[in-house]
């Protein structure tokens, strides 16, 4: 049907007409719709081995027990790495090299309700299609990654940090003033994400951070020399969104290797949860915002505040000041 589709499409302009093309792509496309509804009812659940996260609760708890409000932030903050994403890449490589399925047939991505939202080819396809699923393998698993992270040591350590630090909006708001990330207009925007989230409301930390952290992203890579805008035939400039921002060389220079890709698996990609994309739409629901992706970009956009006020702290870490010199 999709090929169907593409063939009307191509039909010239005075034939169209006559044979009724749009109303039979229209057709076309709700038989597309249809399918792909029967096609999520058909899917089973495939059991894997499990995996125990207990040794990392406990680790991620301990982290940011008994310690003042900073130093559990500073902990909070630093429970895992991001992914790596050579390493992801490695995996990927590893895994299309193996699959004989994977080489001969291609793949594709369903949304909830059914819709393709993203294809591949089989890997055998060419040398593109291969470097394809390869990148789509890397983002899946970066994405696992993520969610593990997200339930098996963001959530139990938050809980824990909640019982002994009562962090009020006027903290969040000292935090984002200090922190050089922060666009000054936008500290108390950012702080009513950040604490919405540690309070666990976080439908409106997501729908607050993403837009305010792609903002943060764009004023981050123009000071870095970047062109953050288009510039059109009409003459007009016009802003670009975090999807294209994180193509920009200045990104990796900005924020590294690893956090650009995880941003770009995390809220940018189809093959993955796309929580950008999602909240410009209004696609953004409850479970998604509250699920693990949604905690782990709230972690993620709150690691790089902390990270950001710590550094500037003067002759201070989040234990308090350095000790003197000797004779001093």
């Known amino acids: 049907m999709t090929r169907a589709i593409k063939a009307y499409r191509d039909a010239p302009g005075p034939h169209r007409a006559t044979h009724r093309v749009e109303e039979v792509i229209a057709a076309l496309r709700d038989k597309l719709a249809s399918a792909g509804r029967l096609a999520l009812g058909e899917m089973r659940v495939v059991q894997s081995r499990q995996i125990d996260l207990t040794d990392y609760r406990q680790q991620a708890i301990q982290q940011v027990q008994g310690k003042t409000p900073l130093g559990a932030l500073v902990g909070f903050c630093t429970l895992h790495d991001f992914p790596n994403r050579e390493t992801l890449f490695q995996?990927?490589?590893k895994?299309?090299?193996?699959?004989?399925v994977g080489r001969l047939?291609?793949?594709?991505?369903?949304?909830d309700d059914g819709r393709a939202i993203a294809r591949r080819a089989g890997a055998d396809s060419g040398e593109g299609a291969e470097a394809?699923?390869?990148r789509a393998f890397a983002i899946k698993n970066c994405v696992n990654v993520a969610g593990m992270t997200a339930y098996g040591m963001i959530m139990p350590a938050l809980e824990a940090m909640q019982l002994e630090c009562y962090l009020t909006l006027l903290?969040?708001?000292?935090?984002c003033a200090n922190a050089g990330v922060v666009p000054r207009?936008?500290?108390?925007?950012?702080a009513k994400g950040l604490h919405a989230g540690y309070c666990g409301d976080y439908v409106q930390a997501i729908h607050i951070l993403i837009p305010q952290f792609e903002n943060m992203v764009r004023v981050a890579l123009r000071d870095a020399g970047a062109h953050t805008t288009t510039h059109d035939v009409n003459g007009l400039d016009m802003e670009v969104g975090l999807s294209n921002l994180v193509e920009r060389p200045q990104m990796i220079k900005v924020f590294g290797d690893n956090l650009t890709f995880t941003v770009r698996a995390i809220m940018c990609e189809q093959e993955g949860p796309n929580l950008r994309n999602a909240v410009a739409h209004g696609i953004a629901d409850d479970s998604l915002c509250s699920g693990v992706y949604g905690v782990y970009a709230w972690w993620l956009i709150l690691r790089l505040v902390v990270e950001s006020f710590v550094a500037d702290l003067p002759q201070e870490d989040e234990h308090g000041p350095a000790a003197p010199a000797q004779g001093e």
Request: hydrophobic content about 55%; proline content about 0%; aromatic content about 6%.
């Open 95 to 100: 895994l299309v090299a193996q699959s004989l």
């Open 171 to 175: 903290d969040f708001a000292h935090l």
């Open 105 to 111: 047939f291609g793949g594709v991505t369903l949304a």
């Open 185 to 190: 207009d936008r500290v108390d925007v950012v």
């Open 91 to 93: 995996q990927a490589r």
């Open 132 to 134: 394809a699923q390869v």
